[in-house]
């Protein structure tokens, strides 16, 4: 297997296990990844998710382009199209799912490729000092077909992903902190430690107020201002007549951790 799955304490850890390929994505690990990201979307138990490469070097390459070709051959680029629009897309996370819950990128290497396009789908995103970024898809010819094109603009600003996407030139770790793309840089030794800290902090929050408010935050980024704040209340009045709002009030009256049960 070239996916490995642990869970601690309701984090569902995801490991790419391919360093001798620089944890490239084969059309195997897709299939593996698309149940293992269904598993995370559909068990109340597990409240946050960490998506880390195996090694030091590098946290993924994107899809492996050995297959590539094979792919490409395959269907005609209108079967692909449809193919597209209709499955998950690479990572299982990029394209028509979504898991409802966060997900933590713990990026222990380099980040190119579809590996970028990956980390970008997910929720929050730290890594170590050596790691770099880049979507270097058009010196091969091809262009970011999972989201770069898209989430990076979002994600930094124009001047900065329009220079990634077009150049294919990556950048590294101090820069991506700088623009947003990263949360923060930490020691090699630190990353998965740190990742479970902030996979745990998420996790003892009330799993319903977690999940609406990524819904609401993620939904509106593309509102206008007004209709944001409908959105927001859309999501907002249903935890108000919630079980576990009742014992968030209650742990907050009683000075205790609340006990949160998903209902």
């Given amino acids: 297997m070239s996916v490995r799955v642990d869970v601690n304490d309701g984090v569902l850890i995801v490991t790419l296990d391919r ?7 084969s059309l195997a690990m897709r299939t593996e ?20 490469g195996a090694g030091d070097a590098s946290f993924c390459a ?12 395959q269907f005609t680029p209108m079967e692909r199209r449809e193919r597209g629009e209709r499955e998950p897309g690479l990572g299982a996370i990029t ?13 222990n290497g380099h980040c190119l490729a579809g590996g970028l396009e990956i980390a970008l789908a997910c929720d929050l995103r730290i890594a170590v000092p050596h790691a770099t970024f880049g979507l270097p898809e058009v010196r091969w010819g091809l262009m970011p077909g999972a989201g770069g094109t898209q989430r990076l603009p979002r ?31 930490v020691p090699v030794g630190d990353l998965m430690a740190t990742a479970m ?4 902090a998420i996790a003892r929050n009330g799993p319903l107020a977690v999940r609406a408010a990524r819904a ?18 859309f999501h907002a009045e249903p935890l108000r007549q919630s079980e576990d709002v009742q014992e968030g009030l209650r742990a907050f009256a009683e000075k205790r951790r609340p006990i949160y049960r998903g209902r």
Wanted: cysteine-free; overall charge negative; charged content about 25%.
């Fill in 19 to 25: 360093p001798e390929a620089r944890n490239a994505l």
């Fill in 33 to 52: 990844l698309v149940e293992v990201w269904r598993r995370f979307r559909d068990d109340g138990d597990l409240r946050a998710a960490i998506l880390t």
């Fill in 62 to 73: 994107g899809a492996d382009l050995k297959e590539i070709g094979s792919y490409y051959r």
């Fill in 95 to 107: 394209r028509n799912f979504d898991p409802g819950k966060p997900i933590i990128a713990a990026i």
């Fill in 155 to 185: 994600a930094v600003p124009l001047a900065i992903a329009a220079e990634m996407i077009l150049t294919g030139d990556p950048i590294d770790a101090p820069r991506a902190l700088a623009a947003g793309l990263i949360n923060r840089i």
């Fill in 197 to 200: 800290d902030l996979a745990m």
């Fill in 216 to 233: 609401a935050m993620l939904a509106g980024l593309d509102q206008a201002l007004d209709a944001g704040l409908r959105l927001e209340q």
